[in-house]
């Protein structure tokens, strides 16, 4: 049987970002990457927004450069982020990160771990410690019986072809209607990436309503579909993060921001924590420190959701339109600064936006109460899993 001091499930860009940053670090132990496919393959014409710190720390090679995020209600932009948003190939960022990393790989499908034994469908491997980087097939939470995560993003995504040469030079969110739906296009001269998005609480597909009015559906007519998926991203991160010897990471323990699903982003910042915590032979340390870094405000960020701007529950979005520099100068509404508070929310899981107190007072006093009740119990939720 083969022995392997690391062996990490799965190869997309969690098991790729901590297999390069565990060489980054120094770490000289073996590491063993077994994924069923090909690296990055779950995303073969796949692209993810990225920002400009990790495309300069990890040197992806963007497909396109966007100059900023617009943001609307019902097909209407009010909001421009101005910063750049890259548009990376999922699968080449995957495979350019493992290539620089020490690890090994293997195409097989892990269908079993006893112990620290781990069974794919043709070996038995032998490790010190494994890394459950299997994404939203949460293959080792499962098989463990541990807590899912337990509010997601599900999307309804279509990957087309850009034959029709439409061009964009900024990503569309489209914030709509009663149903807190997003409608999220983004356009590179190969494709074009369109989806409609809701948050929920239990994985159902039915839920997700596709708003009357779109900002690009009326130009996609005569675009070539290369994918259609229904997809989630889990997005409320779930203890354990180590249980025993296995450390679970990425979209397995629901680590995207719950503001925006963005992942990428707060994996590879996370794969540092995780590759120190394997250096020094001590995988608490990555439970202890990723907590300290990020857990205190993602509960905020897990409320935010509640908070009627996310649920555009519609009397106060009603109320809102009335606000002063909704309609004009809509920048100030968030009380952004040149949209820094926006840009945050869109990059940091952990960041709650700031309203105005104008903004603030238009709360019905039910919400109040009702948001006070259920940050208490988010933070029993989480006390008790901490206690198991
Ligand atoms: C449609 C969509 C759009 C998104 N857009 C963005 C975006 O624009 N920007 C952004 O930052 N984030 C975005 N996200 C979120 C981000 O892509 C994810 O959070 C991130 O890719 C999760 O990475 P991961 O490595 O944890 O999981 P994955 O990339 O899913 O990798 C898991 C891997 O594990 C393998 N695996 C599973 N079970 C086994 C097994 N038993 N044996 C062997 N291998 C196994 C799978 O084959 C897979 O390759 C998006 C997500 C989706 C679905």
Request: proline share 4%.
């Amino acid at each position: 049987m083969e022995y392997y001091d690391v062996i990490i499930i799965g190869g997309g860009i969690a098991g790729c970002g901590l297999a390069y940053n565990l060489k980054r670090i120094g770490y000289t132990g073996s590491v063993l990457m077994i994924e069923k496919n090909e690296i990055g393959f779950n995303e073969k014409y796949g692209t993810r927004t990225m920002f400009e710190e990790i495309i300069n720390e990890y040197n992806f090679k963007p497909l396109k450069t966007f100059k900023g995020i617009k943001i609307g209600f019902d097909d209407e932009p009010f909001i421009t982020i101005k910063t750049p948003v890259y548009l990376v190939e999922y699968k080449r960022a995957c495979e350019q990160l493992f290539k620089k990393s020490n690890a090994n790989y293997k195409m097989e499908c892990v269908v079993d771990v006893k112990g620290d034994i781990i069974v794919t469908e043709n070996n038995s491997y032998h490790s010190k410690y494994i890394i459950d980087c299997s994404g939203t097939s949460f293959f080792l939470r499962k098989k463990l019986k541990l807590a899912l995560p337990f509010r997601y993003w599900v999307g309804d995504v279509s990957i087309l072809r850009n034959n029709i040469n439409i061009e964009s030079d900024h990503i569309y969110y489209n914030y709509g209607d009663k149903h807190g739906y997003i409608e999220e296009i983004n356009i590179s001269p190969k494709y074009i990436t369109h989806g409609y998005w809701q948050y929920v609480k239990n994985i159902d597909f039915s839920q997700i309503k596709p708003p009357e009015k779109t900002f690009y559906k009326k130009h996609l007519v005569n675009t070539q579909i290369i994918k259609k998926a229904k997809v989630i991203i889990p997005a409320t991160p779930v203890l354990p993060l180590v249980y025993k010897k296995i450390a679970f990471f990425g979209d397995s323990f629901g680590i995207a921001s719950s503001s925006t699903a963005y992942g990428t982003g707060p994996i590879l910042d996370s794969s540092k924590i995780l590759s120190i915590a394997i250096k020094k032979g001590d995988l608490k340390y990555f439970e202890r420190v990723w907590c300290k870094k990020y857990f205190k405000s993602y509960f905020r960020s897990i409320l935010s959701k509640y908070d009627g701007y996310h649920d555009l529950d519609s009397k106060f979005i009603q109320k809102l339109k009335k606000y002063p520099s909704f309609s004009k100068p809509a920048k100030r509404f968030f009380t952004i600064n040149k949209g820094e508070d926006l840009l945050k929310l869109f990059k940091d899981p952990t960041h709650q936006i700031r309203m105005p107190k104008e903004v603030i007072k238009m709360f019905p006093k039910r919400k109040i109460i009702f948001l006070s009740i259920y940050y208490i119990y988010l933070k029993s939720k989480y006390l008790l899993m901490k206690l198991k």
